[in-house]
């Protein structure tokens, strides 16, 4: 089955600076591929997906990268601010192309801390 | 609107008892996901429904199980619950058939003492 690897598992950084969480897939079949953002006592929330057709996807400080070739993507934040920490799932689903349907796997977290 | 609506937010049940959780999709929303959270093994994946059919089941024993009604509403049910049963039980919803788009409720928290 797929197998999603997410590093580093924690990142800290100065309020401003870049950060930047990797993620690599094991299956080629995998072609949705969100990003979940994670606060304390609440459900992950989707912040941004990219499919396998398209290379790069930007939502104002938030851009993911994904290179098929390779198989992994990438999330980046520019000018973190405080509010930007929290845990970050990386996930992975074959949707339609498999029998997955709606299961992701998700990687391991990548607990944010941005300090002021 | 409202989001997905996750009952009860805290469950404390003993070794060896079932226990029944509920999940109120988005409004018109027709798949319906079931997670697992745990500190040691995260996120995992448990079964998914969409029109009252599981398509999709995960690694998980039989003990897990569940179903969708025709509103969409969803519960999960665990029998002869073990202390590694303990952790955060997570449902998502999303409007099409497939894993975009899933919006996750808040979860339950499961004790098993």
């Known amino acids: 089955g797929e197998n999603v690897e997410q590093h580093p598992s924690t990142l800290s950084v100065q309020e401003g600076d870049s950060a930047v969480i990797k993620c690599t897939y094991s299956d080629s079949a995998s072609n949705y591929f969100p990003w979940y953002k994670q606060e304390l006592g609440k459900g992950p929330q989707l912040i941004i997906d990219i499919r396998s057709n398209v290379g790069e996807k930007k939502d104002q400080r938030i851009a993911v990268t994904l290179n098929k070739t390779a198989k992994h993507f990438s999330l980046h934040i520019t000018e973190t601010q405080p509010e930007d920490s929290a845990v970050y799932f990386c996930?992975?689903?074959?949707?339609?192309?498999?029998?997955?349907?709606?299961?992701?796997?998700f990687g391991q977290g990548t607990i944010l801390t941005v300090h002021p | 609107k409202a989001g997905v609506t996750q009952t009860p937010r805290y469950l404390i049940k003993t070794r060896g008892q079932q226990v029944t959780l509920s999940c109120s999709p988005i409004?018109?929303?027709?798949?319906v996901s079931w997670y697992q959270q745990t500190p040691g093994q995260g996120l995992q994946f448990l079964f998914e429904?969409?029109?009252?059919?599981?398509?999709n089941k995960g690694n998980f024993p039989g003990r897990f199980s569940g179903r969708q009604f025709s509103n969409s509403r969803s519960e999960m049910n665990v029998s002869t619950l073990e202390l590694g049963d303990s952790a955060l039980y997570l449902c998502?919803?999303?409007?099409?058939?497939?894993?975009?788009?899933?919006?996750f409720g808040s979860g339950t928290r499961l004790t098993v003492v």
């Open positions: 998502a919803s999303s409007l099409g058939i497939m894993a975009d788009g899933y919006t």
């Open positions: 429904y969409f029109s009252e059919t599981q398509r």
């Open positions: 409004s018109g929303h027709r798949s």
């Open positions: 996930a992975a689903s074959t949707g339609a192309g498999g029998t997955s349907y709606g299961k992701l796997t």
